[in-house]
């Protein structure tokens, strides 16, 4: 077993497996710490490049399963999709919901009270006041109704919006009312003053949100992204932001890292946070917890938690 978190750091392994750390080393280039045909559970670092995530894929010829500590598994699908059939690819549910969803209620508030203009005036020893609008009394809606979505609407609740609308997949009915399927969407933007997607990066979400979409938005309304960067259209975006139409938050751009000079970072009515959803403290005694919550199922031959596929059956 393969862990990006020391073993002894990990309270409650099942006894019996021999568990091995990596983490890909801060320069990407650690060397294995065992032989890779020998890893049956491979757990991929987390905040490492891409390249040092799945560098060791191609050597797992005996790995069963592959655990991200990421909720989306976008970035890892393809190649855990090469691998031998049986390999099941399970995500992180459950250790990103509550920081990402504080996230995208920090957003939300923010941008909407103007905080980054307060805090540029403050730079500038300035007192500037003024009128900003409040959540309280607004409508969102949230693209991307799953455990993060759901989370989401959780922490507006005490916030006293006007009413909250649910878009995912498909339609279902929930205790606190229906969640619409995606084809609801234009019908469902005009009465929106807050979207925040939390949805994951799929060929039917990359570039949803695009130019015919942000038009559909009301005068002023305000984009959260605490999804996928691809998930928008950057160039679509910037034309709504330059035109003073749509503000907008984002914690992922596209591209990602937003480099230097790229117009994005001085568009107008723009709050750019660096994919900082997940990192924070909640996130490594839930990523703990989740490990050796596996980890037991695993060597108990229990059902795995999360898993998004097996390779080697339809659709893996």
């Known amino acids: 077993m393969w862990l990006p978190i020391p073993p002894d750091e990990i309270e ?6 021999r568990y091995l750390f990596w983490d890909g ?35 797992l010829s ?27 690819l399970c995500n992180a549910r459950g250790v990103h919901e509550a920081s990402t969803a504080e996230l995208a209620l920090t957003l939300t508030l923010a ?19 003024g009128f900003h609008p409040a959540l309280a009394d607004r409508s969102v809606l949230i693209v991307g109704y799953g455990a993060i979505g759901s989370a989401i609407e959780d922490r507006l609740t005490p916030f006293e ?36 997607l939390a949805t994951p990066l799929t060929e039917t979400t990359r570039h949803l949100v695009n130019a015919d979409f942000l038009a559909r938005m009301k005068d002023g309304a305000l984009l959260v ?9 950057t160039k679509a975006l910037l034309a709504e932001l330059e035109s003073g139409r749509l503000t907008a938050a984002l914690d992922v751009t596209d591209p990602e890292p937003l480099p230097p000079g790229h117009p994005l970072w001085q568009a107008p009515g723009v709050l750019i946070s660096p994919h900082v959803g997940g990192p924070s403290s909640a996130f490594r005694p839930r990523a703990r917890r989740l490990l050796a919550d596996q980890l037991t199922r695993f060597v108990n031959r229990e059902p795995l938690r999360n898993v998004i596929l097996t390779t080697g059956e339809s659709g893996g």
Do not use: K
């Open 161 to 196: 919006v006007a009413r909250v609308a649910r878009v995912a997949r498909s339609a279902r009915t929930t205790a606190r009312g229906p969640v619409h399927p995606l084809t609801d969407l234009p019908a469902l933007l005009p009465d929106a003053d807050v979207v925040i």
């Open 225 to 233: 992204n605490v999804a996928r960067g691809p998930v928008v259209e």
């Open 12 to 17: 409650g392994l099942p006894a019996g497996p």
């Open 25 to 59: 080393g801060e320069d990407g280039r650690q060397e294995f710490p065992g032989d890779p045909a020998e890893c049956v559970f491979y757990v991929v670092p987390y905040m490492t490049p891409l390249p040092v995530r799945v560098r060791p894929l191609a050597h």
């Open 111 to 129: 941008s909407l009270r103007g905080v980054p203009g307060f805090v540029r005036a403050q730079q500038q020893e300035r007192w500037e006041g």
């Open 62 to 88: 005996g790995v069963r399963v592959v655990q991200t500590l990421t909720a989306g598994v976008d970035d890892v699908m393809g190649p855990v999709s090469a691998l031998g059939p049986g390999v099941r």
